[in-house]
């Protein structure tokens, strides 16, 4: 047997906190569990829990051994590791003759093969990441996208100082070719972003009532944001990051092979697709964690080029992610995913002023900060000064949703006047509504339900 000199006591303190060692102990019983075994280097294990198929416990002692992540279980605890893990761990150590020798049985090769596979892909990455850079090469061609970024902000300082000189009373504010020279220029100078911004703007004049304060506070963020860039080489890099994500240059995948990964089980709580021009579309799929973290999956597409749908909403996957480098990390990919997305899971949110200050405290960090999603536990869309919705807690406090959802009547048939739990996006000003979970704990996907 593998050298393995934990103590009752050392497994006790390796539980995420006193009571699951209290239960782990409780359940360290031969007679609990369907099956107990071990080979020279694994311990694993069935035990018989509520559920009709057994829990599947897996711990890879190697692993444990040099601090990696080495253990699994199917049960739906929140806390890694839980109880079953504990209880195993505590059979080995105090009682061993408890354990059978043997191969391990198929749930355990499989686990143990995707372990291997993972180590391996590790091991890729950081010879990836070792690799010789032609920092030279890279050099110039930062520097070369920066001046090209810089030049074209020049021209759009000056065209916004003109801009608020005229006033906003100018009558080509509400003409769409206004808008669309400057967003043009903006792609030629390698600022996508920016010109995505500028498209938007072009609807605030024709499209909202009270559009003269919203878009001054636009034109400032924008104003802001030149004077930040001016800057760059003094900020940090994740600084640095947040002003790159905000102009359209992103960084890709094999850029941030030593970013932060986090293992998790995430709920899909919502798909948002996008049209930034005639060519380029966006969308985005948001995430929510067990531990409350937030993740942002972007992708893009030219032309009719179909998106990944393969997550489905409303479901819940057990995943390693990956996120991009920011001072509030937010968008991110799927470095690997374990077992098949599961079903009918619930989750829970909060409310509109505990999620006010949950993007509070993200913008404070990130001030370019754009989509950020939500989870309100109770709520009621109600309609609001003429066309207008809201969206109430029963307490009174509410917020605007969005003019763009265009499915305010499914949502509120859906609730039949009481409060659902609604996950949407929220963009600072207004809320997108995502999905809801209805009254059979079943989560409604309104991407999926015909405009009204």
Same mark, same amino acid.
């Given at each position: 047997?593998?050298?393995?000199?934990?103590?009752?006591?050392?497994?006790?303190?390796?539980?995420?906190?006193?009571?699951?060692?209290?239960?782990?102990?409780?359940?360290?019983?031969?007679?609990?569990?369907?099956?107990?075994?071990?080979?020279?280097?694994?311990?694993?294990? !069935?035990?018989?829990?509520?559920?009709?198929?057994?829990?599947?416990?897996?711990?890879?002692?190697?692993?444990?051994?040099?601090?990696?992540?080495?253990?699994?279980?199917?049960?739906?605890?929140?806390?890694?590791?839980?109880?079953?893990?504990?209880?195993?761990?505590?059979?080995?150590?105090?009682?061993?003759?408890?354990?059978?020798?043997?191969?391990?049985?198929?749930?355990?090769?499989?686990?143990?093969?995707?372990?291997?596979?993972?180590?391996?892909?590790?091991?890729?990455?950081?010879?990836?990441?070792?690799?010789?850079?032609?920092?030279?090469?890279?050099?110039?061609?930062?520097?070369?996208?920066?001046?090209?970024?810089?030049?074209?902000?020049?021209?759009?300082?000056?065209?916004?100082?003109?801009?608020?000189?005229?006033?906003?009373?100018?009558?080509?504010?509400?003409?769409?070719?206004?808008?669309?020279?400057?967003?043009?220029?903006?792609?030629?100078?390698?600022?996508?972003?920016?010109?995505?911004?500028?498209?938007?703007?072009?609807?605030?004049?024709?499209?909202?009532?009270?559009?003269?304060?919203?878009?001054?506070?636009?034109?400032?963020?924008?104003?802001?944001?030149?004077?930040?860039?001016?800057?760059?080489?003094?900020?940090?890099?994740?600084?640095?990051?947040?002003?790159?994500?905000?102009?359209?240059?992103?960084?890709?995948?094999?850029?941030?092979?030593?970013?932060?990964?986090?293992?998790?089980?995430?709920?899909?709580?919502?798909?948002?697709?996008?049209?930034?021009?005639?060519?380029?579309?966006?969308?985005?799929?948001?995430?929510?964690?067990?531990?409350?973290?937030?993740?942002?999956?972007? !992708?893009?597409?030219? *032309?009719?080029?179909?998106?990944?749908?393969?997550?489905?909403?409303?479901?819940?996957?057990?995943? !390693?992610?990956?996120?991009?480098?920011?001072?509030?990390?937010?968008?991110?990919?799927?470095?690997?995913?374990?077992?098949?997305?599961?079903?009918?899971?619930?989750?829970?949110?909060?409310?509109?002023?505990?999620?006010?200050?949950?993007?509070?405290?993200?913008?404070?960090?990130?001030?370019?900060?754009?989509?950020?999603?939500?989870?309100?536990?109770?709520?009621?869309?109600?309609?609001?000064?003429?066309?207008?919705?809201?969206?109430?807690?029963?307490? *009174?406090?509410?917020?605007?949703?969005?003019?763009?959802?265009?499915?305010?009547?499914?949502?509120?048939?859906?609730?039949?006047?009481?409060?659902?739990?609604?996950?949407?996006?929220?963009?600072?000003?207004?809320?997108?509504?995502?999905?809801?979970?209805?009254?059979?704990?079943?989560?409604?996907?309104?991407?999926?339900?015909?405009?009204?």
């Amino acid at each position: 047997m593998t050298q393995f000199n934990w103590t009752n006591i050392d497994v006790r303190q390796f539980a995420p906190d006193t009571s699951v060692a209290k239960e782990g102990q409780k359940l360290a019983v031969k007679e609990l569990w369907r099956s107990i075994g071990r080979d020279q280097y694994s311990l694993w294990g !069935e035990y018989k829990g509520s559920e009709s198929a057994p829990y599947q416990v897996k711990i890879d002692l190697l692993r444990l051994m040099n601090g990696q992540p080495a253990t699994e279980c199917t049960c739906k605890s929140r806390k890694t590791p839980c109880k079953h893990v504990i209880a195993l761990l505590l059979i080995f150590t105090d009682r061993p003759e408890d354990l059978t020798i043997a191969s391990p049985p198929e749930f355990m090769k499989t686990w143990l093969d995707k372990v291997a596979q993972r180590s391996r892909r590790e091991l890729d990455r950081k010879k990836r990441a070792a690799k010789p850079i032609d920092l030279e090469r890279r050099a110039k061609t930062i520097s070369e996208r920066q001046a090209k970024i810089s030049a074209g902000f020049e021209e759009l300082e000056l065209w916004l100082l003109n801009l608020i000189r005229q006033g906003l009373a100018d009558p080509q504010l509400k003409q769409a070719s206004f808008w669309e020279a400057k967003a043009a220029r903006m792609v030629d100078a390698q600022a996508p972003g920016i010109a995505t911004w500028l498209r938007e703007l072009a609807h605030y004049p024709t499209q909202q009532a009270d559009w003269v304060q919203p878009l001054l506070e636009q034109l400032g963020r924008m104003y802001l944001l030149i004077q930040s860039f001016k800057r760059f080489d003094q900020f940090s890099e994740p600084v640095q990051a947040d002003l790159r994500s905000v102009i359209g240059w992103y960084y890709k995948k094999e850029d941030v092979l030593d970013g932060e990964i986090l293992r998790d089980q995430w709920f899909v709580i919502g798909r948002r697709e996008q049209e930034l021009d005639q060519k380029l579309r966006s969308q985005r799929l948001w995430l929510q964690g067990r531990n409350g973290r937030s993740a942002l999956i972007l !992708e893009f597409a030219y *032309g009719d080029v179909p998106f990944d749908t393969t997550l489905n909403v409303g479901s819940l996957i057990d995943a !390693e992610i990956c996120f991009f480098p920011s001072a509030y990390p937010l968008r991110a990919f799927i470095v690997q995913q374990e077992g098949e997305p599961i079903l009918g899971q619930s989750l829970h949110g909060q409310s509109i002023l505990e999620n006010a200050h949950r993007y509070s405290a993200a913008l404070a960090k990130n001030p370019w900060l754009i989509e950020y999603s939500f989870i309100v536990e109770a709520g009621i869309i109600r309609p609001h000064k003429g066309n207008g919705w809201i969206l109430r807690e029963p307490d *009174g406090h509410y917020m605007p949703v969005s003019s763009q959802f265009t499915r305010p009547w499914s949502l509120m048939s859906l609730g039949g006047g009481h409060p659902l739990r609604v996950a949407g996006e929220w963009d600072g000003r207004t809320f997108y509504p995502l999905g809801a979970l209805d009254f059979d704990d079943r989560y409604v996907d309104f991407s999926e339900i015909p405009e009204n």
